[in-house]
């Protein structure tokens, strides 16, 4: 069964803890992208990869950071730099090669305590 | 800027009663106007890509619709089940086959029975 997964589905941080989200997907898709999603806002970008071993920042990226050393998987790290980290979380890839879009994984929700 | 606005923010309907949900955009070089369905706590389920102007696509009782300047989802006879957020999302070339998406903060559809 083709698709993207994203786990933990939640997560709680403590204050000056890096924590990381995983995304692994099975589509063979060479692009992975992180999104934030904060009540009331948009989807905004944290960080992209069109290739293995290159990742470009998106809008807000500041206080994460990623790697994309297999092609299947994309993780994303919450690190203590970011101040407001509590969000849910989306990872997507296209839909493919045809199919412009994306398709989301199920997202991770993301708690500060 | 790319900026995209959807309207109105919430909406509330009864079973049966039509209605439409407006996207505007605002994006140099528009490659896809992309309109998503998301339910509580899961990431974002496609639902239509529109590439031009006068361009419609419809799925059961939704149908899109694209102008130069906004998008128009259009709801025939909803049902509960339509209940959802609505995102819509423009996208733009970043290189290779892939788009940069900038999403609106989505509406809230309600449809009581």
């Known amino acids: 069964d083709g698709g993207i997964t994203q786990s933990p589905k939640y997560l709680f941080r403590k204050e000056g803890q890096n924590v990381t989200l995983s995304c692994e997907q099975n589509?063979?898709?060479?692009?992975m992208y992180w999104y934030r999603q904060d009540p009331g806002q948009g989807l905004r970008l944290i960080y992209y990869?069109?290739?293995?071993?290159?990742?470009q920042k998106g809008d807000i990226a500041e206080g994460y950071s990623v790697s994309r050393e297999k092609k299947e998987s994309f993780p994303l790290t919450v690190t203590s730099a970011q101040k407001n980290p509590t969000a849910f979380y989306l990872c997507a890839t296209p839909r493919g090669p045809s199919s412009p879009g994306y398709t989301f994984g199920s997202g991770t929700r993301l708690t500060v305590v | 800027e790319d900026q995209v606005t959807q309207s109105p923010e919430a909406l509330r309907l009864q079973e049966g009663e039509s209605s439409s949900l407006n996207c505007s955009y605002t994006?140099?070089?528009?490659?896809?106007l992309f309109w998503y369905r998301q339910d509580p706590g899961k990431g974002p389920e496609f639902l239509f890509t529109?590439?031009?102007a006068g361009e419609e696509k419809e799925k059961e009782r939704l149908k899109a619709t694209l102008t130069k300047k906004e998008s128009f989802l259009h709801i025939t006879a909803p049902k509960p089940e339509d209940s959802a957020t609505y995102l819509c999302a423009a996208g733009r070339d970043s290189g290779g086959s892939n788009y940069k998406l900038t999403f609106g903060k989505g509406t809230l559809l309600t449809v009581n029975p």
């Open positions: 990869s069109q290739i293995v071993n290159d990742f």
């Open positions: 589509l063979n898709h060479d692009a």
């Open positions: 994006v140099s070089g528009l490659r896809g």
């Open positions: 529109l590439y031009s």
